[in-house]
């Protein structure tokens, strides 16, 4: 099947992304939030990002306009009738995930392909809250949408080959590198880094150093870009504990089960740069204080 038109659950900081580097790619995009503000929200930051890319002259002015022009945002589920491609993108949560599916299931036209962005919730659980099993995968992108190049294309137990392929060609398309990877809690990429990060949290948790050392110790020994602790922060730590719990669920090992204190930051609402402070403080623009 051509994919042509592709529809995005969810205006966020993944569902933006998406939406853009789909409408780079030329493909016509719905974009749906709850609420007009949320779409607003994530057109500007699509703006923001195409303007930085028009400015380093990685995209022309025309490419510019014509992939503002691909968008079109809606509060109506009814626009994804004819979309060949609809991914969801909204908050790590089964419920949540599992009302979108099934109304998309009955909206979506029946050749359609329903793909989720979840960083580890199992495609075989989505997909059965349909009646297209066989059209159902997970599409996996990274954050920053735009900048990020891996795709972790996921198969439910009854994924079709043919949904398979069609969802590494439109990554490729996107200028993605897929790689596929069996359905498992985590997959590949979150079963392996977010423990670390929740590792990382326990040593702050046990006194072991501060953040700050953690982070230092990650940056200059292990060559990470990011030490752990603000990469949690930039992921979001309600995130990172969701991730956790559906790894610790999943498995039944307490390998994975979530730090304390990472618990009891989520609770008091300091969740990282989405909120202004996690295990460093933010200004409004996300910029470390």
Do not use: W
């Not at 990877?181 to 990060?197: A, C, E, K, Q, T």
């Not at 994975?256 to 996690?278: E, F, I, N, T």
């Amino acid at each position: 099947m051509e994919v042509r038109k592709i529809g995005v659950v969810g205006a966020g900081q993944m569902g933006s992304g998406i939406a853009q580097v789909a409408a780079q790619a030329g493909f016509d995009v719905v974009l749906l939030d709850t609420e007009e503000r949320f779409l607003e929200r994530g057109l500007a930051a699509i703006r923001r990002s195409l303007a930085k890319f028009l400015e380093k002259g990685k995209l022309s002015q025309e490419e510019h306009d014509k992939t503002l022009a691909r968008i079109y945002t809606t509060l109506s589920y009814q626009d994804f009738a004819d979309c060949d491609l609809v991914v969801e993108a909204v908050v790590e949560n089964e419920a949540v995930k599992a009302e979108v599916f099934k109304v998309l299931d009955r909206v979506v036209k029946p050749e359609g392909i329903l793909a989720s962005n979840t960083s580890s919730i199992p495609i075989t659980k989505l997909a059965s809250y349909t009646h297209r099993p066989e059209k159902v995968i997970g599409m996996h992108f990274m954050n920053p949408v735009p900048l990020m190049v891996l795709v972790e294309v996921i198969r439910g137990y009854k994924t079709a080959d043919a949904t398979a392929r069609t969802v590494v060609e439109v990554a490729r398309r996107m200028k993605k590198t897929p790689v596929e990877v069996n359905d498992y809690p985590g997959f590949v990429s979150n079963r392996v880094l977010i423990p670390m990060l929740n590792e990382a949290i326990q040593a702050v948790f046990e006194g072991v150093a501060t953040p700050e050392a953690v982070d230092a110790v990650m940056k200059l020994g292990m060559n990470h870009p990011m030490g752990p602790l603000e990469l949690a922060d930039f992921i979001g730590l309600d995130t990172v504990l969701a991730i956790m719990e559906v790894l610790y669920e999943g498995f039944n090992d307490s390998k994975y089960r979530p730090s304390p204190l990472l618990k009891k930051m989520v609770q008091a609402g300091l969740l990282g740069r989405k909120s202004g402070q996690g295990f460093y403080k933010y200004d409004e623009k996300g910029r470390r204080i």
